[in-house]
């Protein structure tokens, strides 16, 4: 089995037996396996937030965001921000707040490295609709532009 991944030095194991059934393999048995950075491989390799395109039309809705950083030895922490705090927040520990719409609207989600700002990853994120209940909203809950109710 031979593993290769991106920045990294390719790895060969010798020896691993992959038992299967009609159901696939059985039976996994764990691997370690250290990877070695490739000698061109730049000091962060790998970052995204963790999850994918958002949207509800669910209200109230919170969701903890996460993001995912290969760089060995460099501070993992990032800056989140939102391009439109009337669809959503978000704040520093990654926790994402939508606001009460009538109307959908998107905005993007962003983390930023703080270790090197020039690196970031983005989402986008969907709120609101025309069947979202904001009875139970309090006023800071509701969007401002294209609230009804």
């Not at 730049?42 to 290969?70: C, N």
């Not at 962003?110 to 020039?118: C, E, F, V």
């Amino acid at each position: 089995m031979t593993v290769n991944r991106p920045w990294y030095r390719p790895v060969t194991v010798h020896g691993v037996v992959v038992k299967e059934n009609q159901c696939g393999p059985v039976a996994p048995t764990p691997l370690v396996i250290r990877l070695q950075p490739a000698v061109n491989a730049p000091m962060v390799r790998g970052f995204g937030i963790l999850g994918s395109e958002l949207h509800t039309a669910v209200w109230p809705y919170k969701q903890r965001l996460g993001s995912f950083v290969d760089a060995p030895g460099v501070n993992p922490a990032v800056i989140w921000t939102s391009s439109r705090l009337d669809v959503a927040s978000i704040d520093q520990s990654g926790l994402l707040v939508a606001k009460c719409r009538k109307e959908a609207a998107w905005t993007v989600i962003t983390a930023r490295l703080k270790a090197d700002l020039s690196i970031t990853a983005s989402v986008r994120f969907g709120a609101g609709g025309a069947r979202t209940d904001c009875s139970r909203a309090q006023p800071g809950q509701k969007a401002g532009p294209g609230h009804r109710g």
